[in-house]
């Protein structure tokens, strides 16, 4: 008989998990490994919430497995290391993303694309190479192997930049990938949330104009004097729309809900480049005429490598990049939940753990 979540490892952990597609939250027993030759071990203080977390308790994209803790913006401080571990040590300030494990042989492994591996191994709702379960950073504690670590710079504080190690990631890779980095480029950033603020951040950072496209009119004045937007666009208003046609050189989609394409592509010039990171359970369609008729194009991207990320992460603390977070205790999650339905948060939820997350 297989054993038990709590039973699994030698090393009790405790956290908050979904038992089914209902999307509830509450207190979950489990363990964690031993901390191996090549992990660092970790005590979690602050998990981000992305909508991915929200898409996977609620079962939106069909591949979730319950019990499931969900959390991949993960940041605290280094308790323990494995003999083999050279980079870390004990105290020191760290953070995990969405990975936690690849096959380290295959091509994308070996040019740093772990992102890409086709045995990649995902921080929760995977099966890792032992056979159990990952389970997230709504928790106390982290054991991952020492290549998916993330150093967290001194002046990154942990609370406002564990957010960056997925929705920072997540946009900062297709915008070097694509060539939407360049001083004096258009780009386009839809969606105003946890991705999108920090989107709004990265580009205007690498110098270029940018332009949010929102159904919230209500984020508009913040956009521009808060985030440093160069202009907003409410994508419900034709007029609106219509006098930016062709304006952009670039968009980074960041929607989790069906929307429509084609009005993008419209905002994009000739050559113009529409990257999807958004992963709606109702995947837009991909008019083609308009594709046709400027050479456009587009792409996808999934988070990034952990080489990228380090690289991202270094950049954000160099240029003050952190996100907009209010801070929430455990026991709110599930509210957070709703409201990160309807869009209501500026701009990022993150739990504090070490502050809250307690034991019944
Ligand atoms: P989020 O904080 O909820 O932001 C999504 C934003 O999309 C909302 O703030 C809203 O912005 C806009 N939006 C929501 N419903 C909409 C609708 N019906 N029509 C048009 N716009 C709508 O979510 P997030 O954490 O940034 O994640 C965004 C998406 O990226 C999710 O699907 C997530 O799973 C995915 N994701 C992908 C990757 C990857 O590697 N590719 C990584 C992380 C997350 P406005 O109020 O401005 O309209
Ligand atoms: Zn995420």
């Known amino acids: 008989m297989s054993k038990s979540p709590e039973q699994e490892h030698p090393i009790k952990a405790f956290g908050w998990a979904a038992r089914d597609s209902s999307g509830v939250l ?8 031993a901390t191996g030759d090549e992990d660092v071990k970790f005590k979690v203080l602050y998990c981000g919430v992305c909508h991915s977390d929200l898409h996977c308790v609620k079962n939106e994209w069909g591949i979730s497995n319950y019990p499931l803790l969900p959390g991949h913006e993960v940041a605290g401080e280094v308790t323990e290391v494995g003999s083999k571990v050279t980079k870390f040590k004990v105290g020191d300030r760290v953070g995990v993303g969405c990975i ?12 740093d694309l772990e992102n890409y591996c086709p045995q990649s191994v995902q921080t929760y709702n995977s099966i890792h190479f032992d056979g159990t379960m990952t389970y997230g950073g709504y928790s106390d504690i982290m054991v991952a192997h020492q290549r998916y670590i993330v150093r967290m710079p001194e002046n990154m504080p942990l609370d406002a930049g564990a957010p960056l190690l997925c929705a920072g990631i997540t946009v900062y890779s297709p915008l070097k ?17 946890g991705l999108g603020h920090v989107a709004v951040k990265f580009g205007k950072a690498f110098g270029m104009k940018v332009t949010v496209i929102s159904t919230s009119p209500n984020k508009k004045q913040e956009a521009i004097e808060r985030l440093g937007a160069d202009a907003f666009l409410v994508s419900v208003d034709q007029e609106q729309m219509q006098a930016a046609t062709g304006t952009m050189d670039g968009i980074i989609d960041t929607v989790s809900a069906e929307h429509a394409l084609a ?10 480049k529409i990257v999807c990171v958004g992963a709606p359970e109702i995947p837009p369609q991909l008019p ?18 952990m080489k990228e990320t380090q690289e991202m992460i270094d950049f954000a603390a160099k240029h003050g990049i952190t996100a907009d977070i209010e801070v929430i205790p455990m ?5 957070a939940m709703d409201r990160l339905v309807k ?15 307690t034991q019944a």
Not at 26 to 33: D, G, I, K, L, T
Not at 331 to 335: A, G, M, R, V
């Open 288 to 305: 083609v005429f308009p594709l046709l008729m400027g050479r456009k194009m587009v792409g996808g991207s999934l988070i990034g490598g």
């Open 177 to 193: 990938y694509y060539g939407l980095c360049n001083p004096g480029m258009h780009l386009g950033v839809v969606g105003l949330g």
């Open 263 to 272: 009005p993008l592509i419209g905002l994009v010039k000739t050559h113009g």
């Open 100 to 111: 936690v494990g690849g096959c380290h042989s295959c091509e994308n492994c070996n040019n």
């Open 343 to 357: 869009a209501d948060v500026k701009y990022r939820f993150v739990i504090d753990i070490a502050n809250s997350l």
């Open 26 to 33: 509450s207190p979950f027993q489990f363990s964690r490994r």
């Open 331 to 335: 026991d709110y999650i599930n509210t």
